[in-house]
């Protein structure tokens, strides 16, 4: 909760936060549409390649604003990072879990890329032989 320090130290700073705060919570909107999305899909899909479905409480959790010693607008906060943190998590999970059933291979390495855990396992990149050896296993 660097804010509460950041305006303890420099109280004109607060109408920076007033200033930011449509457009932190103006993307609401996509996030509930992503969070249907990637249900519907992983619902529909994820069966179908014998995938197991993710569940979504794994992911997404909703609990901060229940601590007492939080005011409202805190704790208004604190549901709304909790879900929409959650449910780019949750995505995330859905993609890896899609990414590595449909398309297991690296991608070419370049300075600064981060490479999932999930994709230390897949194929090299650019590594024919390796492709074809796979599929025929």
């Given at each position: 909760?660097?804010?509460?320090?950041?305006?303890?130290?420099?109280p004109?700073?607060?109408?920076?936060y007033?200033?930011?705060?449509?457009?932190?919570?103006?993307?609401?909107?996509?996030?509930?549409?992503?969070?249907?999305?990637i249900?519907?899909?992983?619902q529909?899909?994820?069966?179908?390649?014998?995938?197991?479905?993710?569940?979504?409480?794994?992911?997404?959790?909703?609990?901060?604003?229940k601590?007492?010693?939080?005011?409202?607008?805190e704790?208004?906060?604190?549901?709304?990072?909790g879900?929409?943190?959650?449910?780019?998590?949750?995505?995330?999970?859905?993609?890896?879990?899609?990414?590595?059933?449909?398309?297991?291979?690296?991608?070419n390495?370049?300075?600064?890329?981060?490479?999932?855990?999930?994709q230390?396992?897949?194929?090299?990149?650019?590594?024919e032989?390796a492709?074809k050896?796979?599929?025929?296993?």
């Amino acid at each position: 909760m660097q804010f509460k320090k950041r305006i303890k130290q420099r109280p004109n700073i607060r109408w920076r936060y007033l200033l930011s705060a449509p457009f932190i919570y103006i993307v609401i909107f996509p996030i509930v549409l992503l969070d249907v999305a990637i249900e519907i899909y992983q619902q529909v899909c994820f069966p179908l390649y014998g995938i197991p479905v993710l569940r979504r409480k794994n992911y997404i959790r909703i609990d901060r604003h229940k601590l007492s010693y939080l005011n409202a607008l805190e704790k208004l906060n604190c549901m709304y990072c909790g879900y929409a943190s959650g449910v780019f998590y949750f995505s995330s999970a859905i993609a890896k879990e899609t990414e590595k059933y449909w398309c297991g291979i690296m991608h070419n390495k370049y300075d600064g890329f981060k490479v999932p855990e999930h994709q230390r396992t897949f194929l090299p990149y650019n590594d024919e032989a390796a492709f074809k050896t796979f599929l025929k296993d």
